[in-house]
């Protein structure tokens, strides 16, 4: 898998191209600002960039703002956003424009190195991957059309982060049946049609998140 990254700080912009290195991937480019952020993508067209999201020059959300532009400009390449903030505003508008193949993690969460190449691969192969805290910052900003009950909210949450009902039945320790109803009762409560498929699960929600 090629990879582009992205990271104002040389220490850990050299320690994630080598870690992404000995894990059998090859980075194309590694970068410190978004401009040439932009242009990595633009040359090497990467499968994956791995983008912070305060870099020069201003250090407040242009790594985001890169990473909507990679998306718009170079559907072909995911984007995960991986960073010690969360910039709510800048994150529903790139969720809300390509929640497929996005993901955003937040740094000092991630606390196995394996979790982070999997959480890359799989927004590389089109999934979307968040980080709770992200999806709990995103739900704060938006009422919804009709007040969820805590147990929606959690599974909502779940739902954002990719989870199937089996898997959400896992966590919560309920069953999968009673997944199903609270899924069903949230698309109702949100005017959202409801699907089997989880990417467009995400899709809806996160899109509601931003509406």
Do not use: C, W
């Not at 191209?17 to 090859?26: D, F, Q």
């Not at 929640?99 to 590389?124: H, I, T, W």
């Not at 969820?148 to 739902?159: D, K, M, Q, S, Y």
């Amino acid at each position: 898998m090629r990879v582009v990254i992205a990271e104002d700080a040389a220490i850990m912009r050299n320690g994630l191209a080598e870690i992404l290195t000995r894990r059998g991937h090859e980075v194309a480019a590694a970068v410190g600002d978004a401009p040439a952020l932009l242009a990595a993508v633009a040359e090497h067209r990467p499968d994956v960039a791995v983008i912070d999201v305060r870099m020069p020059p201003g250090h407040t959300d242009e790594g985001l703002r890169a990473a909507v532009a990679v998306r718009r400009d170079h559907p072909g390449t995911a984007v995960l956003v991986f960073s010690q903030y969360i910039e709510a505003h800048a994150a529903a508008e790139l969720l809300a424009s390509t929640p497929s193949g996005v993901g955003y993690l937040l740094k000092d969460r991630v606390a196995d190195v394996s979790d982070f190449v999997d959480a890359m691969e799989r927004v590389a192969a089109g999934g979307t991957v968040l980080d709770p805290e992200v999806v709990s910052s995103l739900m704060k900003r938006h009422a919804t059309r009709s007040a969820l009950t805590p147990r929606e909210r959690e599974v909502l949450a779940l739902v954002a982060q990719g989870r199937s009902n089996a898997a959400i039945a896992a966590e919560l320790f309920i069953s999968q049946k009673v997944v199903e109803k609270h899924v069903a009762s949230i698309f109702d409560k949100l005017g959202l049609a409801q699907s089997d498929n989880d990417n467009r699960r995400v899709l809806a929600a996160i899109r509601y998140l931003e509406s």
